[in-house]
């Protein structure tokens, strides 16, 4: 008995030994991938979703580094060109993709945004991180059909490549808490976004 506490020491001990050299036990690492409503648009930075999710993981003693590298006006197209240079810089653990509402109010047909999360999507698995895909919806003004077959499209990525899901990430933000130009949220909204945020994420940690 003596014998298996000292092995059983000495295995919690050489361990902990390596996790002190670097790169052996690093943090895991979530890449935010999205647009102006993942970059804290309007807002100071550390106030939005992504910086507020950074603290609940650090409040949990949660051993993650939360990357953003959302950029405000991003398509999912634009996206494409620079995916591949922040998965090789980054080697992500976990991609939250946040993209599609500035190809939506473009007015870009449904089919090539569809195609291009797609896109996004393999190569973030290709690199073997985690997915969780953020959808949106549209302003009704936008037609029934369109605003419909958008909303869908993120539903259906989600079940083709079997991935984790936020059907509306601003589904708890309420009508007074958006800016002046009714599309991007307010401080005050970014708590509510993350709640909504973290119960898809919660499951891939």
């Known amino acids: 008995m003596t014998d298996m506490k000292f092995s059983t020491f000495s295995r919690f ?6 996790c002190l050299l670097p790169g052996i036990c690093r943090a895991e690492t979530i890449l935010v991938f999205g647009d102006s409503l993942s970059a804290a648009y309007g807002i100071p930075r550390e106030t939005g979703w992504v910086s507020l999710l950074q603290q609940e993981l650090q409040r949990g ?24 240079a922040a998965l090789r810089q980054h080697r992500p653990d976990i991609v939250i993709l946040e ?36 959808g949106m919806r549209l302003p009704p003004n936008y037609g029934s059909g369109y605003t419909a077959r958008f909303e869908a499209m993120y539903a259906k990525l989600a079940q083709r490549y079997h991935i984790a899901l936020v059907p509306f990430f601003l589904k708890d933000v309420a009508p007074e808490q958006f800016q002046a130009d009714n599309l991007h ?13 973290w119960r898809g994420l919660k499951p891939l940690l």
């Open 185 to 197: 949220p307010t401080a005050p909204a970014q708590p509510h976004i993350l709640n909504t945020v």
């Open 13 to 18: 001990v050489f361990l902990a030994a390596l």
């Open 61 to 84: 003693r949660q051993s993650y580094q939360v990357v953003n590298a959302s950029i405000s006006g991003e398509t999912t197209a634009g996206g494409l060109q620079r995916i591949a």
């Open 99 to 134: 993209l599609g509402a500035n190809d939506g109010l473009r007015g870009t047909p449904v089919a090539d945004i569809e195609a291009n999360l797609a896109a996004l999507i393999q190569q973030a698995r290709k690199a073997r991180a985690r997915v969780l895909l953020l």
